[in-house]
């Protein structure tokens, strides 16, 4: 399974980006699918996710100003940013997880880093 994240780039402060992971398969096959987020020096966050169930989590940073939605058509998801802070800056990672009834066969997928750069 192959997840690629895409639309980064540089962006002022107030500005908007839409990041886009495609995954190789079908992210209705996916028990949950999100957003990551590390910055240099720090330990890698969530920024949003969404269940198969469509059901949604935030953090409360980017909470009111992201919104993460799927298109099952394309196999992909997305993260619209708006309303962007310089702390919003760091690289972005999509991430696809199976929760089996065993943990020991859970599974979880990352794609590669889309780096955000939000200027003040």
């Known amino acids: 399974v192959q997840l690629q994240a895409s639309g980064g780039g540089l962006v002022q402060a107030g500005g908007s980006l839409r990041l886009s992971c495609w995954a190789s398969r079908s992210i209705s096959n996916f028990d949950n699918i999100g957003w990551y987020r590390q910055a240099p020096g720090t330990q890698r966050e969530l920024v949003a996710r969404?269940?198969?169930?469509?059901?949604?989590t935030y953090a409360d940073s980017v909470r009111g100003r992201f919104t993460i939605s799927r298109d099952n058509a394309k196999n992909t998801v997305y993260l619209q940013m708006n309303s962007l802070l310089p702390e919003d800056t760091a690289v972005y990672y999509c991430?696809?997880?199976?929760?089996?009834?065993?943990?020991?066969?859970?599974?979880?997928?990352w794609g590669q880093g889309t780096q955000v750069t939000v200027s003040s």
């Open positions: 969404l269940t198969d169930t469509g059901s949604t």
């Open positions: 991430r696809g997880a199976t929760v089996a009834l065993s943990p020991k066969y859970n599974r979880e997928y």
